[in-house]
């Protein structure tokens, strides 16, 4: 794993991290965010919308959409910066590994890194010939397609190009068969690695991934019956919806990268990425799910409810470092980091199946952060290591802000910053220390003090041109963590565990409230911030008593409280707000516990008709709220998910699996918003059965 900047074991590394190879996100399954968060106790993520899911680590995340917002919790690839949530929709195929590490990483990981981040590393190339390709089949008519072809060029360079296509038909369907929740995705990836001398090599990447989705499914669960401490009932495996105005995401992102690394240095290997991320987004979503003479009949003052988005962002990033070499006892790495982030984004909610007037916001967020970074450490000769670094962040975002309403022939300018601007400029020093000891060569322990930052952010909606100028406080987080890594019995068990205490400060909490000002159902998106306090115990056993049979459970425990949260609940007709005292609260979107668990047995592979594999996986969450107040209003069951594959390798180039998601069809819940007079769930995939062929060439 590379979570220091430098190859380390993973038994080895002072750090909480979840990681999986490319063969085990394969068999997996896991193809999208989602899928890896439920491999992953102790993640969870805003699914609205879909092609947009913002993660959530140990409690802390950030739903902000806006352009003047940043994630708290982020995913690099091949250690670039996703700044915003659609730039996930890379193909996770031909990875080498994606690490899931815990905690604030904003030391050598950069900005927004506050309570952890993922990183996904790809397979790059390598200097003799090698193709893999997938295909997989199910039902909603599931078609995946992947191929990896990788080739020697001339002596010193080689190339590696991944393609992919996902498609699926939809999980649900409207009532005159048109598609809900389905897939659609195009990718490409292309590494071109050239040897320049013994000792220094330049690696050029670019990458494509382009989505077109329908619209999701919702169901207004207010018209069921209501339980204080369970909240509304849901449907029973709800199949179809019926919206007036077929929504869509259209979805493209990728980039250019080159990476150029040399150890002529002698003392120090030095790296320099130079990275570009590009997104366009146009998204458009039918939130009441269903039409306007079930709205009447149903209560809702309004016949539709329309979310329209588009955002166009552009991300430029340098980073160099030098990253000491040898096996002495003192090592380190230090750098210098600028990141430079353009985002345009359009927001409106439409009260009206067939609108007559506008209410839009445009924002434009200019982002520049410089950084300059470094971390030492010390190994004594009897185990012990001591590290410590620091990160000072220079942050400067500059933010406009226009407000167009009315008429949707005659609209007018509410308001426009463009030449006053808001600004959030601001300098900071994030840090990390620590030890570690090694009692023996299978018992390992680490203790750390870790920080991290994010800048202000800024409304997405402002009521006023004085309120579009104010952004809020940055967040700032101090994690203090223990753990210990064992291995027993000959390495037949692993024992991880790990304890952390998190104080959070100013935390940006954002919600949809009621705003009585765009009558009679209208919602404005409010920003507060909040105080909270996070306790957690996290753990992975890993069990393989013989080569026939394999184990492994994760469990997350987490206790995230907010310790003061005065919270927006509604604004009244003249623009004022209202508050509500959310201190004690749990934060939203946490279950206080998670477990992942899988069982594997596997026969024997040195048998002349090849081996088999069967696996099946489980993943438990206890309830979670999915606002900040608590009320049960929108509120997540405890659910449990059961998946399980049956693989036959012929050999080691051809296989075919079988294989089944959510077996028990679990109706659950991923998203949901409450209006006062409407209560809009949207539900997760349902039971799924297909088959993947594999094969491999080398």
């Known amino acids: 794993m590379t979570a220091r900047r430098r190859e380390e074991s993973l038994q080895n590394a002072p750090i909480t991290v979840t990681a999986f190879s490319g063969v085990q996100l394969e068999e997996k399954g896991i193809t999208d965010f989602s899928r890896l968060a439920q491999a992953t106790p102790g993640i969870n993520f805003d699914a609205f919308p879909k092609a947009a899911p913002r993660p959530f ?74 193709a893999n390709a997938q295909l997989t089949f199910g039902e909603y008519g599931q078609m995946n397609g992947n191929l990896m072809l990788n080739a020697p060029i001339t002596d010193g360079l080689a190339a590696r190009l991944t393609l992919g296509a996902v498609t699926n038909d939809g999980f649900r369907k409207t009532f005159d068969g048109r598609a809900l929740d389905d897939e659609n995705k195009l990718s490409a990836r292309l590494h071109v690695r050239a040897d320049l001398s013994p000792d220094t090599w330049l690696l050029l990447t670019g990458d494509i991934a382009k989505q077109d989705l329908s619209d999701s499914s919702r169901f207004n669960v207010l018209l069921n019956p ?66 306007a003479a079930t709205n009447a009949a149903t ?54 199946v067939t609108p007559t007037t506008i209410n839009r916001f445009f924002g434009h967020s200019v982002n520049n952060s410089y950084a300059v970074f470094g971390e030492a450490q010390y190994k004594f000769d009897f185990g012990l290591r001591l590290f410590a670094g620091g990160r000072f962040t220079q942050e400067k975002k500059v933010y406009r802000a226009r407000r167009l309403q009315g008429p949707l022939a005659a609209p007018v300018t509410s308001y426009d910053t463009e030449t006053t601007p808001g600004v959030f400029d601001k300098g900071v020093f994030t840090y990390r220390v620590g030890a570690d000891y090694r009692f023996s060569d299978n018992v390992f322990a680490f203790a750390t003090v870790s920080t991290g930052f994010k800048s202000g952010a800024f409304q997405e909606q402002p ?118 005292d959310g201190a004690g609260n749990r934060m939203s979107r946490t279950p206080k516990h998670a477990v992942n668990a899988t069982l594997g047995l596997q026969s024997a592979r040195d048998a002349a008709w090849g081996w088999l594999r069967a696996e099946v996986s489980m993943d438990y969450q206890s309830d979670a ?24 390798n012929f050999d080691d180039r051809y296989s075919v699996q079988l294989w089944g998601h959510n077996l028990t069809d679990k109706v659950y819940r991923i998203w949901q918003t409450n209006g006062g007079v409407y209560q809009y769930v949207q539900y997760g995939a349902p039971r799924q059965f297909g088959v993947t062929l594999r094969a491999k060439f080398q």
Not at 249 to 261: M, Q, V
Not at 480 to 486: A, D, W
Not at 490 to 508: E, I, P
Not at 627 to 648: Q, V
Request: proline share 5%.
């Open 226 to 291: 209501f339980t204080p401490g369970v909240g509304y009932a849901d449907f029973d495996n709800p199949r179809r919806a019926n919206p007036d105005r077929l929504g869509f995401t259209k979805s493209k992102t990728g980039g250019l990268r080159g990476e150029l690394s040399t150890d002529a240095l002698g003392f120090a290997n030095w790296t320099t990425v130079v990275a570009w991320r590009t997104l366009d987004y146009d998204f458009s979503n039918d939130l009441d799910g269903t039409d």
């Open 463 to 580: 009521g006023s041109a004085e309120l579009a100028r104010i952004p809020t406080d940055p967040e700032r987080l101090t994690n203090y963590e223990i753990g210990l890594k064992t291995d027993w019995f000959g390495r037949t068990l692993r024992a991880n565990v790990s304890a952390f205490w998190m104080d959070y400060r100013d935390f940006q909490t954002i919600k949809y409230v009621p705003d009585a000002a765009q009558a009679p159902v209208g919602t404005r998106v409010a920003i507060d911030s909040a105080d909270a306090t996070i306790k957690g115990v996290e753990t992975e056993f890993v069990f393989q008593p013989a080569t026939w049979i394999d184990a492994n459970v994760r469990y997350t425990y987490l206790h995230p409280y907010f310790t003061r949260f005065i919270q927006t609940s509604a604004y009244l007709a003249d623009g004022t707000p209202t508050f509500v």
């Open 57 to 130: 680590f140990r409690g802390v995340g950030s739903s902000n959409q806006g352009a003047g917002g940043d994630p708290s919790s982020v995913a690099f690839l091949d250690g670039v910066y996703l700044g915003r949530a659609a730039m996930l929709g890379i193909d996770f195929y031909d990875m080498q590994r994606v690490e899931v590490l815990k905690g604030p990483q904003g030391t050598l990981w950069g900005k927004n890194v506050v309570a952890g981040s993922v990183n996904f590393v790809t397979a790059k190339p390598v200097d003799h010939a090698e």
């Open 299 to 352: 209560g809702l003052p309004v016949s539709g409810l329309q979310v329209l988005a588009r955002e166009q962002a552009d991300s430029y990033s340098v980073e160099s470092r030098l990253s000491s070499l040898g096996n002495g006892p003192f090592s380190w790495v230090a750098g210098v980091f600028y990141n430079r982030d353009d985002v345009y984004r359009e927001r409106e909610t439409q009260q009206s």
């Open 625 to 648: 709220f999915e606002n900040n107040i608590n009320d049960y209003k929108e509120y997540r069951k405890p659910r449990t998910l059961w998946d399980a594959s049956l693989t036959y």
